[in-house]
Every structure is written in C-alpha cells, then in structure tokens.
C-alpha cells in the first residue's frame, strides 16, 4: 500500500512522497513527475494507511498548485544502496536547485536523503541525453558508475522504453553508453581507463610505463601500495600497506582514513579511495571513501578502477565479480578494445515533491 505524507522542517524542506515496492513501475499508472491534474490524483489517492506517524489528510492544494519554480518534482533510486535524487531536467539546459539545495535535499535528517542529485539533461555533443550530478556536499563530479546505471532506469521510465535499450549519456568523463538488459540489469560500456599520472591527476611519480602502479604513498603513519586509475573521476586503490599480507577490509576505519586518502596533497583534485581484500582471481571484496560523498554502499567507477588495478598488479584477471557493501557488480576490462563494461542492479525506491 501506498503512503502520501506532509512534513515540515527548519530547512524548508516540505515533501510529498510514495513508496513503492522497489521492482514496481514508477509511471505506469501515471507521469507522477509532471505537476498536472493526473499527478494530483494519483496522490489524493493514496491516502488510505493508517499510522500515527503518516498524516491521512490530503496534501494542501496550494501546495500541489504550487509553480515549478517552488516545488522539485524527484524519483529516489538506488544502484546497490548507492542512492540518488534523480530530476528530470530534460525541458532546460539550467539546474532545477543549486548545489546548496543540493546538500539540503540529500541530507538524511533534514531532506529527502541520497548520496547525490542527478539531473536528466538535454543531449549535447550528439549525445541522446547529459548527466550531471551533485554530491551530497554540494560537489559536482565528472561522472559516476552507480548513477548512471539509475540514470539508465530513470529514463526506461521516463520514455516508457520496453525491453532492450541503449543509449548515449554525455557526462564530464566523456560518452557513456549503457544498455538496459530484459532482466533489468543494466549494462555500461565505461570507456578506457586512464592511467597517466597527471592526466588522473595525482603528483605521485609514475612507476610502470607513464602509470602509477603499487606506488608508496604515506598516510596516517603508515606507507601504503597505491595503484591510480581515472575513470573520467580519480580513483587511489590499495591492496594494503608495504608491511602487510593483504586487506581486511571490514576491519579499515573508513571514517578516519578515508579523508586522509582523498584530501592527501598529491591529489590535486581529490581523490576517491577503494580499499581491496582478494577473494580470487575472480572475486574481489571492496568497500569505498567516495570524494564529495564519504563512505558509501557501492561505487561503479571504484569498481571498475579497482579491477583495472587489480590486473596491472598481477592479482587478478580482466573479469571478475566485485563485492561492495550493498551487493556485487560485474567487471570485465577487455583487451581487443581496452573498455571497461560494469554490469549491475539499479531500482527506483519512491518519488514525490519537494518545496525549495
């Protein structure tokens, strides 16, 4: 059953929302996104739960009629609990909110909570459609695997797309292409890595042809053996430190070493950091301190970045399957065109409003 509730906070932050079971169709009954009559009586509708902590009174028409420039319309998805504010902006070459509403909205006491906001944009460059996205900070990245997957899906929905489906995204990393399969996965074609020190960009002088692989690098006391990959987005990934047999990663205090790793002065743009344990040459275990984000359930760039390190260290093979802490991904870096592809999981949560 549906639940459609007003609340009011110091931040301003006043949402109207449904939940939806996550393998549910978001618009199948109607374009909830769009502030029209059928919008409207798909939420007058829903009112029906009874609980102490839902209101069963209607939302406020003012509220409803309010115009576009007052009222976010969003759908909330996740990509293996990596989790998204996703705008349709697909009417406007400008940003609906500012990076400052940005951080409101995906705060988790006081906002809707996310790891970040994605706006669906015009294509540009040839591109069908242009991703952009805010971090939860208020950062804006070039690019990011697990959103671009709910991207994927949040168009499926939008255009009402049935079946296998691709398409092209221009993001601040270049084209990205991914595929929705007839099992909902969705498919990306990632692009080539980028291995070029200053190119990723990190100071730390390279090791292996141009490339910074199992490169020591000092933080919090200890020298740690980096490899560095761009995946449009800097990624610094470590097996362990020059003193260990190898991680367990459970054990890593993200919180405390994290920012050490992603404010470290040698990454000049920040970096984003993946942490390794090895299951197999097949099966990898990571978990994440994401740049802009912190520590998050999935990463999909960190995953492919982590595979890419993982073979120019010799630990692994071109395909493997990737544990993160909400679930796993599937990774193969191909030799005959040097692309990544990352397959995975990307589900809508619920949708509603909010007033700015």
Not at 239 to 255: H, M, P, R, W, Y
Not at 300 to 327: F, I, K, M, N, S
């Amino acid at each position: 059953m549906a639940a459609t509730y007003s609340t009011s906070a110091p931040s301003r932050l006043t949402a109207s929302t449904t939940r939806l079971p996550l393998k549910s169709s978001l618009f199948r009954a109607s374009h909830a996104l769009a502030p029209n009559p059928r919008f409207r009586s798909l939420v007058l509708a829903s009112t029906s739960v009874q609980s102490p902590m839902v209101s069963t009174s209607p939302p406020s028409l003012s509220f409803l009629d309010r115009k576009a420039s007052d009222v976010l319309h969003f759908v909330k998805y996740h990509g293996l609990g990596n989790d998204f504010i996703m705008v349709d902006n697909r009417d406007s070459i400008e940003l609906r909110i500012t990076p400052e509403q940005a951080v409101k909205l995906c705060d988790r006491n006081f906002g809707i909570g996310g790891d970040g906001v994605i706006f669906v944009m015009p294509g540009t460059n040839g591109a069908d459609y242009t991703m952009r996205i805010f971090n939860s900070d208020g950062s804006e990245p070039e690019m990011c695997g697990n959103g671009v997957r709910c991207f994927a899906r949040f168009i499926a929905e939008l255009e009402n797309l049935q079946g296998n489906h691709s398409f092209t995204i221009h993001t601040g990393a270049g084209l990205i292409v991914p595929e929705i399969q007839e099992d909902g996965q969705v498919k990306v074609d990632m692009g080539q890595p980028i291995l070029s020190g200053p190119d990723i960009p990190t100071k730390i002088p390279a090791t292996q042809n141009n490339a910074v692989v199992k490169a020591g690098l000092e933080v919090d006391g200890l020298t740690w053996n980096v490899t560095c990959v761009s995946m449009g987005n800097p990624h610094c990934i470590t097996f362990g430190t020059t003193n260990s047999q190898g991680l367990e990663v459970d054990k890593i205090n993200l919180a405390e070493v994290g920012p050490k790793f992603e404010h470290h002065e040698v990454f000049p743009a920040r970096t984003n950091t993946e942490f390794v344990q090895i299951l197999s040459r097949s099966h990898l275990k990571m978990r994440v301190w994401e740049r802009g984000a912190g520590a998050t359930l999935a990463c999909g760039t960190g995953a492919c970045a982590t595979v890419v390190a993982a073979v120019l260290e010799g630990h692994a093979e071109r395909r493997c399957t990737v544990d993160l802490p909400g679930g796993p991904l599937e990774i193969e870096w191909r030799e005959e065109d040097n692309h990544i592809y990352m397959t995975g999981p990307a589900q809508s949560v619920f949708y509603g409003s909010v007033l700015l």
